[in-house]
């Protein structure tokens, strides 16, 4: 139950962030539309935590999808990539979160909504809730920092120098690089 | 271990914005490779444990089933190894004609070393034959989902549901010709046993319990009792379950019918102290020669689990002689279980007969069926009317007990009593 509490409150405190920064940070004309996406998306992505439903994640997905596409757009309109740079980079941090949510609540999802009939023990919910808990959070955890490590970059690489830019660049290029090597080794 | 197709995708993503900011030279686009190059560099850092060391043990409760009962399967895993095992992903698989009535089959763990868990699932009551449970798979996928590794940790456990055995307590069985063996068949021979034969004169030496005294009394002079002998005999059971068991003459499930006969027919038999065989002439034939006791009885019910009802290549009465003459003595019993349709099975019982077999045949009888289609209707009454026809033919060789699921075969055997014919 203790679990049950903390995934909910989670998922309060995601829906509350997306709605602030979306406030926040949208161009004024587009607010009422992208605050409408965002509303939707989060939403839909709370429920699907809460009620382990992957139909929903998906729709979560696509409405992000969408207000990504649509950041995109206004950013090519404007015919400049950095007006609203951490706003997009926000969005596709939020995308990559809802692709999280999709993954732990397509794993068994009759844990919590059982097949008609069938009954599963108390313990197994309790894990499986423990398993999305911890996915979740880590998966929010990490996507927070990466978020800050970008603008910081970002707000560093404008600040500073062109110079930095280039080698934060390198720094991606090779940070990613570096991780493939790791994944594909060899056992 | 491996990499999964989000790792793919990912990668995918992150080189098209790192060629999106060389093309346009724009190098803030490269700003969101940071957020998938920190997933996959955190995916490595925690990577899974490549070769999870678990003790897992299956246990069904009961192994064999009569049926009509629930399976409850008790899975423990146990963690041997020093170190914490996370996002365990287990399946074990059941056959999709077995239904799941509690718990579950797939479920995610983590354990700590040397930890302990057990779950259990309920397999609602599976009709009769055997299953294959299994084999139960681990999958292993890192918190992200990046890498995954997967194993099979358990191989399959047979479940084996026997026919269902109903209780038959009045088959009194005579037979023609019976074995050395005391059992419960009066053999017309006199000797030791329970039935009274007949009176004779008391010579001195015989047991005093044996005097009968009213007899003795009214005659003047000591009478004893004589007593038949009762010994057992040798059955083969043919069970045929080929085009009659697919056949729409009977509302109801034929097959399931005559092999829950079968069943009751040679476990009585069996209790009896008589030596059974069977014979299964279905799809796929089988046969057991005839032998005694509980292991003999395993046998046929592990042979009635499996019948599967189909046409055969072979004739039945091709099928029959050949393992009669076989592993049958002459004057034996042989027990037709049959719906008594097509033109074999006469000729199998004319056969069997004319060898000096008793022959007792069981068939399951046609029921009406109301609102029926004027066609279907027709070909019913035509396939009735070639049974009635194969019947006629069997009586002047066989005994006939019509059975029917609405009555139970002991009173149908109470009623006609046709043991006593032989």
């Known amino acids: 139950m203790l679990h049950w509490q903390t995934l909910r409150a989670f998922s309060f405190g995601w829906l509350m962030l997306t709605l602030i920064s979306v406030t926040l940070l949208f161009p004024t004309a587009l607010i009422p539309l992208a605050l409408a996406t965002a509303i939707f998306s989060a939403l839909t992505g709370c429920i699907a935590i809460l009620a382990c439903r992957p139909k929903l994640s998906v729709i979560s997905l696509l409405s992000g999808f969408t207000l990504f596409l649509g950041l995109i757009e206004v950013e090519i309109a404007s015919k400049s990539v950095e007006?609203?740079?951490?706003?997009?980079?926000?969005?596709?941090?939020?995308?990559?979160?809802?692709?999280?949510?999709?993954?732990v609540t397509s794993k068994r999802p009759f844990f919590i909504m059982p097949k008609s009939g069938t009954q599963v023990q108390e313990s197994l919910i309790g894990t499986f809730v423990q398993h999305v808990l911890?996915?979740?959070?880590?998966?929010?955890?990490?996507?927070?920092?990466?978020?800050?490590?970008?603008?910081?970059?970002l707000y560093l690489s404008t600040s500073v120098s062109r110079l930095q830019l280039d080698f934060s660049f390198y720094v991606i290029v090779?940070?990613?690089?570096l991780a493939l090597l790791v994944i594909l080794r060899k056992d | 271990m491996g990499i999964t197709r989000k790792t793919v995708v990912y990668l995918?993503?992150?080189?098209?914005?790192?060629?999106?900011?060389?093309?346009?030279?724009?190098?803030?686009?490269?700003?969101?490779?940071?957020?998938?190059?920190?997933?996959?560099l955190y995916s490595s850092l925690f990577s899974i444990d490549k070769h999870p060391q678990l003790d897992v043990k299956r246990t069904l409760n009961p192994p064999r089933s009569f049926g009509g009962e629930s399976i409850n399967i008790t899975v423990a895993i146990q963690n041997t190894s020093s170190c914490r095992t996370d996002q365990l992903e287990l399946e074990d698989h059941v056959p999709e004609s077995l239904s799941l009535e509690a718990g579950t089959t797939s479920l995610i763990l983590s354990l700590h070393a040397e930890e302990r868990f057990e779950y259990e699932y309920t397999i609602s009551a599976p009709r009769r034959g055997r299953y294959l449970l299994g084999p139960m798979k681990a999958h292993i996928v890192d918190d992200l989902g990046f890498s995954e590794f997967s194993e099979t940790l358990l191989g399959q456990d047979e479940l084996l549901i026997l026919p269902k055995v109903e209780k038959l307590r009045s088959m009194e069985l005579r037979?023609?010709?019976?074995?050395?063996?005391s059992g419960s068949i009066a053999s017309r021979n006199i000797g030791l046993g329970t039935e009274f034969y007949e009176l004779r004169s008391y010579s001195p030496g015989d047991d005093l319990r044996r005097i009968n005294w009213k007899a003795s009394a009214k005659r003047g002079r000591l009478v004893a009792?004589?007593?038949?002998?009762?010994?057992?005999?040798?059955?083969?059971?043919?069970?045929?379950?080929?085009?009659?068991?697919?056949?729409?003459?009977?509302?109801?499930?034929?097959?399931?019918?005559?092999?829950?006969?079968?069943?009751?027919?040679?476990?009585?038999?069996?209790?009896?102290?008589?030596?059974?065989?069977?014979?299964?002439?279905?799809k796929e034939r089988t046969w057991l020669a005839p032998a005694f006791g509980k292991r003999q009885l395993l046998r046929i019910l592990s042979s009635l689990a499996l019948v599967k009802g189909g046409p055969s290549i072979v004739p039945i009465a091709y099928a029959v002689e050949s393992v009669t003459a076989a592993v049958l003595p002459a004057r034996s019993i042989i027990v037709f279980v049959s719906p008594f349709l097509g033109d074999d099975i006469v000729e199998a019982v004319w056969n069997t007969a004319n060898a000096g077999y008793n022959v007792l045949c069981f068939a399951p009888t046609e029921s009406t069926i109301e609102n029926e289609s004027r066609y279907k209707s027709l070909a019913r009454r035509i396939l009735a009317t070639e049974r009635r026809m194969n019947l006629r033919q069997v009586f002047p060789v066989?005994?006939?007990?019509?059975?029917?699921?609405?009555?139970?075969?002991?009173?149908?055997?109470?009623?006609?009593?046709?043991?006593?014919?032989?």
Not at chain 1, 174 to 177: G, K, Q, Y
Not at chain 2, 12 to 36: D, H, M, N, Q, R
Not at chain 2, 398 to 415: A, D, G, N, Q
């Open chain 1, 83 to 103: 007006n609203n740079l951490p706003l997009t980079l926000l969005e596709f941090v939020m995308l990559l979160f809802a692709v999280e949510n999709l993954t």
């Open chain 1, 134 to 153: 911890r996915r979740s959070s880590r998966a929010a955890l990490l996507f927070t920092t990466s978020y800050l490590i970008s603008i910081g970059t």
């Open chain 1, 174 to 177: 090779v940070s990613i690089s």
């Open chain 2, 12 to 40: 995918a993503v992150a080189y098209l914005f790192i060629g999106l900011g060389l093309a346009f030279k724009e190098p803030s686009i490269s700003i969101f490779v940071i957020p998938i190059a920190a997933a996959l």
């Open chain 2, 175 to 181: 037979a023609r010709r019976v074995g050395p063996w």
């Open chain 2, 225 to 282: 009792n004589e007593f038949e002998t009762e010994r057992v005999t040798d059955v083969m059971l043919v069970l045929d379950c080929s085009e009659g068991a697919l056949s729409e003459l009977f509302a109801y499930d034929v097959e399931e019918y005559e092999v829950s006969l079968a069943a009751s027919l040679c476990s009585q038999l069996l209790l009896q102290g008589n030596r059974v065989g069977l014979l299964v002439y279905s």
């Open chain 2, 398 to 422: 066989c005994r006939f007990i019509p059975v029917t699921p609405e009555k139970s075969v002991e009173t149908m055997l109470r009623r006609i009593k046709p043991w006593r014919s032989f």
